[in-house]
């Protein structure tokens, strides 16, 4: 199976992240703080550092504001949840994950909140202008993804955090898609609140994720319950990280989240994504009929720039040969990948309806390929020789 859906969850891991979580399953898999002995002790230690490989990756000042939840959902929920109040304005935009538009939008139904929603431009980008222009007197959160699942844009971030922070809100940033590949600095760029998930580009298990808070947030405790100390209190504790964290933590998945983080600063977010935006190029480069898709103008800023501004996944659809008959659907070419040529690639909306509307895709969607750090030039060429074998 040639895997082109690392968008979704990048697998294979790299070796060092199964030997991490083998290792530590096996020798150190006690429950965290809940004992003074030496594994506990241990597991804890293990946490405390794998906060502080993500408080550096996330160019974060503070380690214990790193708190752990299941994935990049749990980490905006805590955000959007724990930060509203009712009559809040948020602003967010067209390009998002349903992770960020269904809380949005059950508040907003709720009455709750007022939300606006900035369009992107044909670049596919925001225009910090725009998000500006939408802050009025009772916004206090702006809500936006750091690079799309669908388009693969990253957006200007730090442009954007000053004109927030300069109106008073709170900026949250969702890195599902960067952490690991695209430099985050949250001081730089002004970022309040930052989502990650462990499974993407941080190459750790599935289950591993959360939210980085930064100094100006105050976010309200959600999931209450045991922290491992200070038990005689009868209210969550007001200190980061157990502020946010009720319950036994997903040690095991930790351990593997600690070794994908080694793995990735070691090699360096930069390296990775210059090879991710090689190996899309490659592609386009190998197909013998790149005019039989529409690429959403990703395949001249693939061929041409090198990639810039992008992360590693591309859209596209089948160019519809005669406008009567219609192009197959993503669904019926991601089908004939799978059963006929043993390649993964996902079709569909991608939780990112609007995103897709953004597109003209609304409601087949599109097909994506997604690349990591693991994929091989080869596995490029195979799938451009399929997609040219399907053209035909
Ligand atoms: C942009 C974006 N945001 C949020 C998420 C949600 O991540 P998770 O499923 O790890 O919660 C995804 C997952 O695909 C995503 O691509």
């Known amino acids: 199976m040639i895997y082109l859906d690392h968008a979704a969850t990048t697998f294979p891991k790299p070796e060092e992240v199964y030997r991490g979580m083998d290792a530590f399953v096996r020798q150190a898999g006690a429950n965290p703080g809940r004992g003074g002995h030496r594994l506990a002790q241990e597991a804890e230690r293990m946490i405390d550092e794998t906060r502080a490989l993500v408080a550096r990756l996330a160019g974060a000042a503070r ?80 809500a936006l993804t750091h690079a799309s699942n669908v388009t693969g844009t990253i957006q200007p971030v730090a442009e954007i955090g000053r004109r927030v922070r300069a109106h008073g809100a709170l900026f949250l940033v969702d890195a599902a898609q960067s952490a690991g590949a695209v430099p985050i600095d949250m001081e730089r760029q002004a970022i309040d609140l930052l989502a990650f998930t462990g499974h ?24 209450e319950g045991g922290t491992g100390g200070d038990a005689s209190r009868p209210l969550q504790p007001e200190e980061f990280p157990h502020r946010l964290e009720g319950g036994t933590p997903n040690v095991f998945g930790l351990a593997g989240l600690r070794a994908g983080l080694q793995w990735v600063l070691e090699r360096g977010p930069e390296t990775i994504l210059a090879h991710e935006r090689g190996l899309l190029r490659g592609l386009l480069l190998a197909l013998k009929r790149p005019g039989a898709w529409d690429w959403y103008g990703a395949d001249g800023i693939l061929l041409d720039q090198q990639g810039e501004g992008r992360v590693g996944l591309v859209a596209f659809n089948a160019r519809a040969a005669d406008a009567r008959a219609g ?39 599109a097909l994506r390929i997604s690349v990591g750090a693991l994929t091989r030039p080869e596995d490029l060429d195979a799938a451009a020789a399929a997609l040219d074998r399907l053209a035909a």
């Not at 670049?123 to 959160?141: C, N, Q």
């Not at 197959?328 to 043993?342: H, K, M, S, V, Y």
């Open 63 to 142: 380690p214990e504001r790193v708190v752990f939840g299941l994935n990049a959902s749990d980490g905006l929920n805590m955000a959007i949840k724990g930060t509203l109040k009712s009559g809040d304005h948020v602003v967010t935009s067209v390009l998002e994950h349903n992770s960020i538009n269904r809380p949005l939008e059950r508040l907003e139904r709720d009455g709750t909140i007022a939300v606006t929603r900035v369009a992107a431009g044909p670049d596919h980008r925001l225009d910090p202008d725009d998000v500006a222009r939408a802050l009025g007197p009772r916004t206090r959160l702006v």
């Open 200 to 223: 993407k580009g941080l190459y750790g298990p599935t289950g591993t994720g959360g939210l980085v808070v930064g100094e100006r947030a105050d976010v309200r405790p959600w999931r």
């Open 327 to 365: 192009a197959a659907p993503p669904q019926t070419i991601a089908a004939a990948l799978d059963e006929r040529f043993g390649i993964a690639v996902r079709p569909g909306l991608h939780c990112a309806p609007h995103a897709h509307r953004h597109l003209g895709t609304f409601p087949h969607g």
